[in-house]
């Protein structure tokens, strides 16, 4: 059974920190997603990536966050210098083009 | 744009109970898809269902059906006899099925809390 898988699943540091958080999507599909869940702002898109292109990041903050695919397996998304306002739940997501997409576990961070 | 509206922000019933779930959506595209996804307390969300704008049949998958309505943009969910299992949130979803923008736009979701 094929699942997105991101790691760490918990992350505390401290304000300033760098922070890198990594996902590995499902074999086969060609879109990767960065979202963040807040309370307050709901599911927002961070960034995403087809056949490893960056197509759209002006979801992120650009003088803090970073997203890469650096292969097929992997895509990161890097947060220097971290901030308090950063502690969310980060969601990773693949899919295949339009369709459905399918969801890894999340990265809760807390920043202090 | 693209906009989807889950203006129930939280319903709360009794185990056995009917209940729907309410999406509207906006779009300026002619070819699109719908989703709905579930995030139990776990907090993973799970792809429930995609539809097709051109197929405007309903579906029906165990106590889960999906009623799409293009004339009223409306794509919304119903579960029949409701279980505590079924307490999450569940969010509406559209994102263009041509065009090469591959961006979904998900609603804000409804919170789901089923009573024993």
């Known amino acids: 059974d094929a699942r997105v898988t991101q790691t760490p699943r918990h992350k505390v540091t401290e304000m300033g920190q760098e922070v890198t958080m990594r996902c590995q999507p499902i074999?086969?599909?060609?879109?990767v997603f960065w979202y963040r869940q807040t309370m307050m702002q709901g599911l927002e898109l961070l960034a995403y990536?087809?056949?490893?292109?960056?197509?759209?990041d002006s979801g992120m903050p650009k003088d803090r966050f970073s997203a890469e695919m650096p292969d097929a397996t992997l895509a990161t998304l890097k947060i220097q210098p971290s901030e308090p306002r950063d502690s969310a739940v980060y969601f990773c997501?693949?899919?295949?083009?339009?369709?459905?997409?399918?969801f890894g576990p999340g990265t809760r961070l807390t920043v202090l | 744009a693209q906009k989807v509206t889950q203006a129930q922000t939280e319903i709360s019933v009794v185990e056995k109970e009917d209940v729907t779930l309410d999406c509207v959506y906006e779009?300026?595209?002619?070819?699109?898809?719908l989703f709905w996804y579930k995030q139990p307390p776990s907090g993973e969300l799970v792809f429930l269902i995609r539809?097709?704008?051109?197929?405007?049949q309903n579906e029906i998958s165990g106590r889960y059906s999906w009623n799409f309505q293009k004339s009223t943009s409306s794509f919304n969910f119903t579960i029949t006899a409701s279980q505590v299992v079924d307490s999450a949130v569940y969010f509406c979803?559209?994102?263009?099925?041509?065009?090469?923008?591959?961006?979904?736009?998900f609603g804000r979701g409804t919170s789901l809390i089923v009573h024993p």
């Open positions: 990536f087809r056949n490893r292109a960056p197509l759209d």
């Open positions: 779009t300026r595209d002619t070819t699109y898809y």
């Open positions: 997501a693949s899919g295949v083009d339009y369709n459905e997409q399918f």
């Open positions: 979803a559209l994102s263009p099925s041509a065009g090469g923008s591959y961006i979904p736009t």
């Open positions: 074999l086969g599909h060609n879109t």
């Open positions: 539809r097709n704008s051109f197929d405007e």
